[in-house]
């Protein structure tokens, strides 16, 4: 086995909200040496300025008219976790707002706005190693990556698992208000006309519901280093 730094490759992690797409994906990419990329981060940024801008998200000619204005930046930390820049500020505590999550699903559903940051997305695995998670990446975004993996778990227990992440950062919500809002977020990513929720054909599918984080984040290893060769 080589440097695994050496090797470029890519990596699409997709699947619904709670399924543990970012958690899993940051800590492989601390094990792999590799970039993180929260694709679901862009999309919350773009919408927490159209709710700035005091903009409805399903609003969709007056979400798109803000586009060439918006500027959105990424900078990474010493722990080389992301941070989301919304002109200059950091606006990483704010796009993790429980408001932001429907905020972001009625903006991702808009196909001029996947197409004003595909390509930013695409410039990232162009350059480096990355392992990028989101709803299209392996149908979309990254179409030809060496790795697709499609997370899902019943969505009880991705609303369990979202209260108590809430909970933990201060911003609590009812268990009831957490699984009504993710099946709202369920029906509408699967729904939506641009680049609907779905695994890719050459996707590999895991279940995590009845799996806890090390041993769902050691069978991604374990299909990432089969797929890749590590």
Do not use: W
Not at 61 to 86: C, F, K, S, T
Not at 96 to 103: A, D, Q, T
Not at 121 to 135: L, T, W
């Amino acid at each position: 086995m080589g440097d695994i730094a050496e090797k470029i490759y890519s990596i699409a992690v997709d699947g619904p909200s709670g399924a543990g797409k970012s958690s899993l994906a940051k800590a492989i990419a601390a094990e792999l040496h590799i970039l993180y990329v929260d694709t679901g981060a862009i999309y919350r940024t773009i919408g927490c300025y159209a709710r700035r801008k005091g903009v409805e998200a399903a609003d969709t000619e007056a979400v798109i008219a803000l586009l060439p204005e918006v500027e959105i930046g990424m900078r990474y930390d010493a722990q080389g976790l992301q941070h989301m820049l919304l002109h200059g500020e950091d606006v990483t505590e704010e796009i993790r707002l429980p408001e932001m999550s429907l905020y972001a699903s009625a903006v991702s559903a808009i196909p001029e706005v996947r197409a004003f940051l595909l390509e930013m997305q695409r410039d990232f695995a162009r350059k480096s190693s990355v392992i990028m998670d989101g709803r299209d990446i392996g149908t979309v975004v990254l179409p030809h990556a060496d790795v697709k993996i499609f997370l899902k778990a019943d969505v009880e227990v991705r609303a369990r698992r979202r209260e108590i992440e809430l909970r933990e950062r201060g911003t609590p919500r009812p268990y009831e208000q957490v699984l009504e809002e993710m099946r709202q977020r369920d029906y509408n990513d699967t729904h939506r006309s641009a680049a609907p929720l779905r695994a890719a054909e050459d996707a590999v599918i895991v279940d995590t519901s009845s799996l806890d984080f090390q041993q769902s984040k050691e069978r991604l290893l374990e299909i990432i280093r089969e797929k890749v060769g590590l």
